[in-house]
C-alpha cells in the first residue's frame, strides 16, 4: 500500500529466504510524509513498513535579478529570472509582493 492505496509492483528482481528486492513506480503525490506498506498477496500480516517524503520541486526558485538596489522613491523595473514556473505561465500566473525594511508590504506589477 502506498499511502493507502494499492500499487503495483513493476519488477521483481529477486525473492528468496533472504531477501526480497522488488521496484515499484512512485506515484504523484501531496508534498509531506507518506507510509509505504509491502505485504505478499493474500497475508496482510506478513508486512513491512518504511515512510517516504514528497518533497514539492515546483516551487520558483530565484536565479538572479537585476539591479540589485534602486531609489526609495520607487518606479524602478527590477528584471528577475525564474527556475520552475511553468512553460505556458504567462504574467497573470505569477504574483510578486515586496517586503521592505520597516515591514510594509505592497503587490507588485508583473510584466513580460
Do not use: M
Not at 500500500?1 to 529477486?14: D, I, Q
Not at 505561465?89 to 520597516?102: E, G, H, L, P
Amino acid at each position: 500500500l502506498w499511502g493507502g492505496a494499492a500499487l503495483p509492483v513493476s519488477r521483481l528482481r529477486k525473492s528468496d529466504e533472504t531477501a526480497t528486492e522488488l521496484f515499484l513506480a512512485v506515484p504523484a503525490g501531496v508534498p509531506g510524509l507518506v507510509t509505504v506498506k509491502i505485504y505478499p498477496a493474500g497475508n496482510t500480516a506478513n508486512s513491512a513498513e518504511f515512510s517516504f517524503t514528497y518533497e514539492d520541486d515546483t516551487l520558483p526558485e530565484v536565479l538572479n535579478y537585476f539591479p540589485t538596489e534602486f531609489y526609495s522613491d520607487g518606479g524602478e523595473v527590477i528584471s528577475v529570472a525564474l527556475a520552475k514556473i511553468a512553460s505556458a505561465a504567462v504574467a497573470a500566473d505569477v504574483s510578486v509582493s515586496v517586503k521592505f525594511s520597516d515591514d510594509a508590504t505592497q503587490t507588485a506589477q508583473v510584466t513580460t
